[in-house]
Nanobody, 126 residues
């Protein structure tokens, strides 16, 4: 079992930045491909970014490329999402997710993930 707890969300003006964190407890964090998803009001959950367990591969949804950076510190059991140049379209609840993996894969499909956090709200005002 893996427990994921996100933090770092908040209210920010357009053009601003936020850094989300996700702390994992339970099984070995380094055995998991990790990802960030988000869900805006009235919308389906959307993939944002993913990182392999040794951080040698990352993948982003096109709309956040060059603005968001996913990273992880396996020694601290923590996943990060640095979000720059935020705009109102980025307003959503952001969730971190973990998928047990024996390869350095990246996964964009939510159904492939085994564990989810409770989410952290990000609100971007214009």
């Amino acid at each position: 079992q893996v427990r994921l707890v996100e933090s770092g969300g908040g209210l920010v003006q357009a053009g601003g930045s936020l850094r989300l964190s996700c702390v994992a407890s339970g099984r070995t964090f380094g055995s998991y491909t990790m990802a960030w998803f988000r869900q805006a009001p009235g919308m389906e959950r959307e993939f944002v970014a993913t990182i392999s367990w040794i951080a040698d591969r990352t993948y982003y949804v096109n709309s956040v490329k060059d603005r968001f950076t996913i990273s992880r510190d396996n020694a601290k059991n923590t996943l990060y999402l640095q979000m720059n140049s935020l705009n109102p379209e980025n307003t959503a609840v952001y969730y971190c997710a973990a998928a047990y993996s024996t390869t350095t894969e990246v996964l964009t499909i939510g159904a492939r993930y085994d564990y989810w956090g409770q989410g952290t709200q990000v609100t971007v005002t214009s």
